[in-house]
Nanobody, 123 residues
């Protein structure tokens, strides 16, 4: 049974940093990513990282987080990380970990989802 479990959310002041983690159990996925959903808004893509073997990884980022967020993964631990720096109040949202079989930026590209972790950035 596949499970994705996020951790690392919390409350931080603007300009601060947080690191989210997501552990996947059951199997290793080609692509793992992060989405977020703010109150009253649709869930949106944040970042994703794909791995096709060896030491080659491909990372994709939403324009709103480029240069501030970094996604990485440790396949030995089946874990994906999201390092978030220079956080802004508009980054406040529930962050969801997702896993799938193909590289993509859409919700439909992912087959499995975590329960979400709250990130709140105060001004």
């Amino acid at each position: 049974q596949v499970q994705l479990v996020e951790s690392g959310g919390g409350l931080v002041q603007a300009g601060g940093s947080l690191r989210l983690s997501c552990v996947a159990s059951g199997r290793t996925f080609y692509v793992m990513g992060w989405f977020r959903q703010a109150p009253g808004k649709e869930r949106e893509f944040v970042a994703a990282i794909s791995w096709s073997g060896g030491r080659t990884f491909y990372a994709d980022y939403a324009d709103s987080v480029k240069g501030r967020f970094t996604i990485s993964r440790d396949n030995a631990k089946n874990t994906v990380y999201l390092q978030m720096n220079s956080l802004k109040p508009e980054d406040t949202a529930v962050y969801y970990c997702a896993a799938g079989r193909a590289r993509g930026l859409r919700i439909d590209d992912y087959d499995y989802w975590g329960q979400g972790t709250q990130v709140t950035v105060s001004s």
